[in-house]
């Protein structure tokens, strides 16, 4: 979804902008091509601003769109038309956003699964350390 996305991305912005804590705030928030945020509806990072873990969640976000070579986004353009073009557009997010955001999907998680939990545990740890590259979407 790009509106996970836009809220881990715009931090940096609110950090800046919004005083005090985010649960606190009267308002929703806002940002640029999104629905605007419920204080309540923020990640679990953002909750209190003194906890570490914001820190670091906010290390990734400054970095994600500057740092990496694009971003890959688990929906498609017609689901999500506001959010991805105002992304891909808007004056704002282009001072945070520097690479390209490109959608996939939909992706879903089938029902079951095809393999035993026990056969894909056995193949894993007769790999060499080291030597498997896990990627979830």
Partial sequence: CAWPLSLLLYTPILDKEVEGEYLDQKEPLKIPGCKPVRPDDVAKPMMNRKDPEYESFLSIASEIGVMSDGILVNTWEDLEPTSLK????????????????????PMIRPGGSSSPRGEVLGW?????????IYISF
């Fill in 124 to 132: 894993l740890d007769m790999q060499p350390n080291a030597s498997v």
């Fill in 86 to 105: 105002a992304m891909r557009e808007d004056p704002e997010w282009k001072q945070i956003l520097k690479v390209p955001v490109y959608t996939f999907g």
